[in-house]
């Protein structure tokens, strides 16, 4: 009998609801909100089942033959209450898979949570574990908003931000709302770059991945041989993407202005994201009952890797990319449909659609520019201004 992907997204609760994790809701930007997972055959196994590994990772996107290990680098995970097994989940995690153990800093710069909530301890350990795979002598600062809020995540962001972190990882973010404009400014630091999740409901828009100045990171269905090779990408029928109602088109999207029209478009780049073709997990705190090994997929896997991916460029680079030109390198590496440095940096991705639009040659609604290729992305992003 075929196994039947189950949705354990958790439906938002609150009238004034405004943030999901990598989803949207429907309201102001006010309230809570729980967050959306996305789990393959409904639950955990006490002992490693299924799910890519770190390792066919790393082959499929090109980063076993990339040397840059995030050294000198923080990245910032920004999730809503955290989980208290966080640092024994990893050491779990990284046993499992051969990696090197790491220490992950907590702040709380709202206080700590009154409550633990399964569904973002569970996004947690997706975050910090696999950011620390991609770039594992990167430091993990995980910041803890004391509630799903906008003011306690934006508190969280601007935590980051002021304590020393390179990139800053959301994955989480909410509908789009008429004020969203003067929220972008917590975005705009010299020398920081913001990642977030595009969302996983398809086609729409979520804030903050809508603002000019956040790397929005769409999902696919990566398929890979028996050795891990790549054999292909299409979009992910979850993957969030269309064009903002409130933001206009920056000028790095001028090239797809007839794609985009006069308006940002969403994503950016994209990452595996299918919980069909998701990724192992540990999480010893209880979610629905259940606890240890999942497989998770959904765009809030892609901004922690997208933002150890940034972490790497960095290492090399004798400044850090910042939240503008790290975006406008991207579309520039890409070029057009036609040039060389699209298909050379890029997996271009064709096959697909999330209900809204198709992914097509170039840029589209589903995937944006499309994966990395990177170990011949990130030397590019080294030597870009």
Known sequence: MKKVVRNLSLMVTASLSFLSLAGFSTQKPLGEAHPPIHIKNNGATPTYQNGYTPSQIKKAYGLDKVTSTGAGQTIAIVDAYGSPTIQSDLQAFDKQFGLKDTTVSIAYPNGKPGRTDGGWALETSLDVEWAHAIAPDAKILLVVAKSASISNLISAVDYATSHGAQVVSNSWGGSEFSSEASYDTHFQHSGTVYVASSGDNGSGVSWPASSPYVLSVGGTHLQLDSSGSYLGETGWSGSGGGMSTYESRPSYENLWQSVVGTHRGNPDVSWDADPNTGVAVYDSTLYNGQKGWYQV???????????????????????????????????????????????????????????????????????????????VLIPALIQSN
């Open 297 to 375: 997929g959904g765009t809030s896997f892609g901004a922690p890797c997208w933002a150890a991916l940034i972490a790497l460029a960095d290492q090399g680079r004798t400044s850090p990319l910042t939240s503008v030109n790290s975006i406008t390198n991207l579309y520039s590496i890409a070029g057009s449909t036609n040039s060389t440095g699209y298909t050379t940096n890029y997996h271009d991705i064709t096959g697909g659609n999330n209900g809204g639009y198709s992914s097509q040659a170039g840029y589209d609604l589903v995937t944006g520019i499309g994966s990395p290729k990177t170990d």
